[in-house]
């Protein structure tokens, strides 16, 4: 029996009350701080066990939502942290690495746009250079832009951007770091409930999450042989930048799920840590699903 709050049970449907989010709207690629409320990453909350003690692990996209509360909860299960962000998002990128940092571990923010394959052969080149190997991939970048409009609405230029993003991306630095996981290591992927349920005005996105899907599937057999697994989570409405950066209306974010609300990042990085863990030992080419209640295959 414990009276530590960050171990007693909670109601899911009550742990982040959900007030009337107000709409909001930002620029792509959005921003922690406006946000209202403010994503939850586990700042207070996320404790570690040392599952991940002394693990290199890459993490894409780790400058804010599910790749910050990944990031987070890495370092304070014992990992060194290899993040990418976007040049403009120095800022966030900044706070992810203190947040590392103060869990004692090694945070190393790079700006890197993974729609160029030179950039992720040299990101895969920097975290050998760092951490003389990766022992955890995770593909978790991406990019979406709702178009309400249908398939007229969606641009050669978007296409191309989610794609390269989302599919092109993943697969160049899969390829360039395989020779540098060694036995034991994970690659973790991040799909998406769209990926079984897709939503039109996101086409494009639910296409490339399909794809992840397929991917990890695909891949995991062909690594099995060399003792490295392959996994991907698929989270359902999750309460980050990318949101009011990119959905016409965030008034209603996440009502649609069962439990009535959407995720926060801080409830998606468990999984990324399961994964990753010697406790997911013969696990490999599975889709973990966290979705708040939507069923999928």
């Not at 922690?32 to 692990?57: C, F, K, V």
């Not at 900044?94 to 090694?106: I, S, Y």
């Not at 296409?207 to 990890?216: E, L, N, R, S």
């Not at 990085?269 to 939507?294: D, H, K, M, Q, W």
């Amino acid at each position: 029996m414990t009276d530590d709050p960050a171990h007693a049970p909670r109601n899911p449907v009550t742990a982040y009350p959900r007030p009337d989010f107000p709409e909001q709207h930002q620029q792509h690629p959005g921003w922690t701080e406006p946000m209202r409320p403010r994503p939850d990453h586990g700042e207070e909350t996320y404790r570690g066990s040392g599952q991940l003690q002394d693990r290199a692990a890459v993490v894409t996209g780790g400058d804010s939502g599910i790749g910050r509360a990944v990031c987070l909860a890495y370092a304070r299960e014992g990992a060194d942290v290899l993040f990418t962000h976007l040049p403009e998002e120095d800022e966030e990128a900044r706070e992810t690495a203190r947040l590392v940092e103060a869990a004692g571990r090694r945070a190393v923010a790079v700006a890197c746009d993974i729609r160029d394959e030179e950039q992720c052969r040299a990101l895969v080149g920097r975290a050998v250079a760092d951490f003389g190997r990766i022992d955890v991939l995770v593909n978790n970048a991406a990019y979406q832009m709702a178009r309400p409009d249908g398939i007229e609405a969606i641009t050669t230029e978007q296409f191309d951007r989610v794609m390269k993003t989302n599919l092109y991306g993943m697969f160049w630095l899969t390829k360039a770091a395989l020779p540098h996981i060694p036995e034991g290591g994970s690659i973790i992927n991040s799909a998406s409930v769209q990926a079984y349920k897709p939503s039109p005005p996101l086409l494009d996105y639910a296409m490339t999450k399909g794809a992840i899907v397929t991917f990890t599937q695909a891949l995991a057999q062909s690594l099995a042989p060399r003792g490295i697994r392959v996994n991907a989570v698929a989270p359902g409405p999750v309460w980050t930048p990318l949101i009011p950066a990119t959905m016409p209306e965030t008034a209603e974010f996440g009502k649609q799920s069962p439990l009535g609300r959407p995720a926060q990042p801080a409830e998606m990085a468990p999984a990324y840590v399961f994964l990753a863990s010697r406790g997911a030992g013969y696990i490999t080419g599975e889709i973990v699903n966290a979705t708040g209640g939507t069923p999928l295959p």
